[in-house]
């Protein structure tokens, strides 16, 4: 069973920039999408960015222009580069591949906190 593995969470203070990544432990074979999801204390999970397999990037409407998402094919790798953070933005963030099958693989988790 493929396992993605996140990293790169952590404590930073408003404004800073943080980078997330998820990297699969093996090949995972039609890839539909890329994703991350966060979820916050007494909220349900939502969606952040999401980048597909042709390379079509989406954002959820709150992280437009601070967040960026890409890959690296190579390195079976996908990124979440966060700038200008929010205590909003507090959360634990999940990494989700979704193939063409509508199986969906996730990650652990990994925890990002903005506060002063």
């Known amino acids: 069973q493929v396992q993605l593995m996140e990293s790169g969470g952590g404590l930073v203070q408003p404004g800073g920039s943080l980078r997330l990544s998820c990297t699969a432990s093996?090949?995972?074979?039609?890839?539909?999408?890329m994703g991350w999801h966060r979820q916050a204390p007494g909220k349900q999970r939502e969606l952040v960015a999401t980048i597909t397999n042709g390379g079509s990037t989406n954002y959820a409407d709150s992280v437009k222009g601070r967040f960026t998402i890409s890959r690296d094919n190579a390195k079976n790798t996908v990124y979440l580069q966060m700038n200008s953070l929010k205590p909003e933005d507090t959360a634990v963030y999940y990494c989700?591949?979704?193939?063409?099958?509508?199986?969906?693989?996730w990650g652990q988790g990994t925890q990002v906190t903005v506060s002063s």
């Open positions: 989700n591949w979704k193939n063409l099958y509508g199986f969906d693989y």
């Open positions: 093996g090949i995972i074979f039609n890839i539909y999408y």
